[in-house]
């Protein structure tokens, strides 16, 4: 995962909904699940997912060990849509409705953004975080971001895999040997995958890097 950009977050619960950016998916297995922007009644699914993460993950996720507030959590399915976004895999409906992993960004300056992206442990290596960043990178495209950036645990090779995969430049940061500074530019360019998988209904191959 890519760090703090989950915890820089307005309540904009009022905002329209960009219902136009839902779209439907089909994993490898079969699994049906759904991509879509985060929603203000998403808080019950979000504490869960963050609740069922491994100790690993959730380290990786945060960038440490510690517990978001309910706060905080609050904070991450009410957005301000226009400076930042994030868009979450979810399955199942009504009571059965699960989270399955989100990516976001939040912009940091006028044309550049903080991202970050994480998938439940179960869910790891079935393309659910390459279709995530995937989204990420269109939207920021679309919105005009001209630079996504973050930062991983330089012993997360799962998540440097998926950055590779996507096109991400990766470089040790000055400050801390044991975090990698990650970047793209979306507006300049978006990969093949991203450009192949923007049709509404597609399957997700199997074999795609997990992004704890």
């Known amino acids: 995962m ?8 307005g309540a904009h619960a009022s905002q329209r909904y ?9 994993l490898a297995d079969g699994t049906a699940i759904v991509i ?8 019950a699914i979000e504490k869960a997912f963050i609740g ?40 199942g409906k009504g009571a059965q409705l699960r989270l399955l992993g989100v990516a976001r ?9 903080e991202f970050a992206v ?10 659910i975080g390459t279709v995530l960043l995937n989204a990420l990178l269109r939207h920021a495209h679309a919105a005009g971001i001209v630079r996504l950036h973050g930062i991983t645990f330089a012993a997360n090779q799962a998540m440097q895999q998926l950055a590779r995969k996507l096109g991400f430049a990766q470089t040790p940061d000055p400050r801390d040997a044991t975090v990698r500074q990650v970047e793209k530019f979306p507006a300049h360019a978006v990969s ?7 049709a509404r209904h597609q399957d997700i191959a199997a ?6």
């Open 207 to 212: 074999n795609d890097a997990t992004c704890a």
């Open 52 to 91: 069922g993460l491994s100790s690993d993950t959730r380290y990786n996720r945060l960038l440490g060990a510690r517990k978001l507030t309910p706060e905080e959590i609050r904070r991450l399915t009410r957005i301000d849509y226009e400076q930042e976004m994030a868009f979450v895999a979810v399955t």
């Open 18 to 26: 960009p219902a136009h950016l839902v779209a439907s998916r089909r």
């Open 105 to 113: 960004y939040v912009r940091d300056a006028d044309a550049a953004a």
């Open 118 to 127: 994480v998938v439940a442990d179960a869910w790891q290596r079935k393309g």
């Open 36 to 43: 879509r922007p985060i929603h203000p009644e998403d808080d």
């Open 2 to 9: 890519m760090a703090t950009a989950a915890h820089q977050i």
């Open 192 to 198: 093949p995958a991203a450009r192949h998988s923007s």
